[in-house]
């Protein structure tokens, strides 16, 4: 059974940081295309960063210069550092597998195993 299980999340001031991880189990994630999404209450679903097998990332506009995506393929992980949070950061973060097929684009139809999430919150 494929597993993803996301940790890491947290409360943090504006302009600190946080490392998500995102760790999987039941199968050997590194031919797949890991992503990290988020959801704040009341909007969409949506794309924050993604790496396909090849190392190659991908980021959305808003978080370009200040989330790295990393992997370490011994253990099975994903990482997300954050860095210089913003309150508009706040949100649940998922983490996520899907097909190799156009990755590492930041589209959730893409994506069909997911973590359970794991919350994120700045204040000002």
């Known amino acids: 059974q494929v597993q993803l299980v996301e940790s890491g999340g947290g409360s943090v001031q504006s302009g600190g940081s946080l490392r998500l991880s995102c760790a999987t189990s039941?199968?050997?994630?590194?031919?797949?295309?890991m992503g990290w999404f988020r959801q704040a209450p009341g909007k969409e679903r949506e794309g924050v960063a993604a790496?396909?097998?090849?190392?190659?990332?991908s980021y959305a506009d808003s978080v370009k210069g200040r989330f790295t995506l990393s992997q370490d393929n011994a253990k099975n992980t994903v990482y997300l550092q954050m860095n210089s949070l913003k309150p508009e950061d706040t949100a649940m973060y998922y983490c996520?597998?899907?097909?190799?097929?156009?990755?590492?684009?930041?589209?959730?139809?893409?994506?069909?195993?997911w973590g359970q999430g794991t919350q994120v919150t700045v204040s000002s």
């Open positions: 039941g199968y050997t994630y590194s031919s797949d295309c």
């Open positions: 790496i396909d097998s090849n190392g190659r990332t």
């Open positions: 996520a597998a899907g097909t190799p097929f156009l990755c590492p684009a930041l589209l959730v139809g893409l994506y069909d195993t």
